[in-house]
């Protein structure tokens, strides 16, 4: 576990054992414990906790206040809001010992869009370059591209890389970029 000489870590955040690649920030009150695994040009904003046993790929952005526990993987270029919340056990109780092997790994996909206040249970796949509205309770998996919202979240449409919201015919009016549906949601085709 290395912290690379080039990231920039806050002299109030706190930064045990664990690996943060080049360029990461990480901001005040933030704290990585030891065998999290942080990627390259990161930004872990203010008060933002990472677990050991978390993955953040590359070129995320994690806002304040946001906790990231062991079992929760996030993808290339994440987008995390504030206040947003994970959680990575099914049944939880105080005073109730929970080992490691029973957390309920979590999956965001390269390019996913978590908006601020949104709820993410334990054991949702979240697909490529998804996007999920503030406020949202995302309790089951969200296929790629697709944008859900509310509580219980429910997709509401399609949306593209570039974050616009797709057409009737799987086209961005934005980057002309054009999309097919197939088992796990959209692929793009250009």
């Not at 109030?12 to 065998?35: K, P």
């Not at 999956?107 to 406020?135: H, K, P």
Request: with cysteine; proline share 3%.
């Amino acid at each position: 576990m290395a912290v690379h000489a080039t990231a920039r870590i806050h002299s109030l955040a706190l930064v045990d054992d664990c690996e943060i690649g080049a360029e990461t920030r990480v901001w005040a009150f933030s704290h990585v414990l030891s065998g999290a695994r942080v990627g390259a040009r990161c930004n872990l904003g203010e008060g933002v906790f990472v677990e050991g046993g978390a993955v953040i790929g590359d070129d995320c952005t994690i806002k304040n206040s946001i906790a990231v526990w062991d079992g929760v993987v996030l993808g290339d270029r994440v987008f995390v809001g504030p206040h947003a919340v994970f959680t990575n056990v099914d049944r939880p109780r105080a005073g109730q010992r929970v080992e490691r092997t029973s957390y309920v790994p979590t999956f965001i996909g390269e390019g996913a869009s978590i908006g601020a206040n949104a709820t993410i249970r334990c054991g949702v796949t979240i697909g490529q370059s998804a996007f999920i509205g503030a406020g949202s309770v995302v309790l089951r998996d969200v296929p790629a591209y697709a944008l859900v919202v509310g509580n219980p979240a429910r997709q509401r449409g399609w949306v593209c890389e570039c974050a616009a919201r797709l057409d009737s015919e799987f086209s961005c009016p934005d980057c002309s970029s054009r999309y097919k549906l197939g088992s796990e949601g959209l692929i793009r085709l250009q």
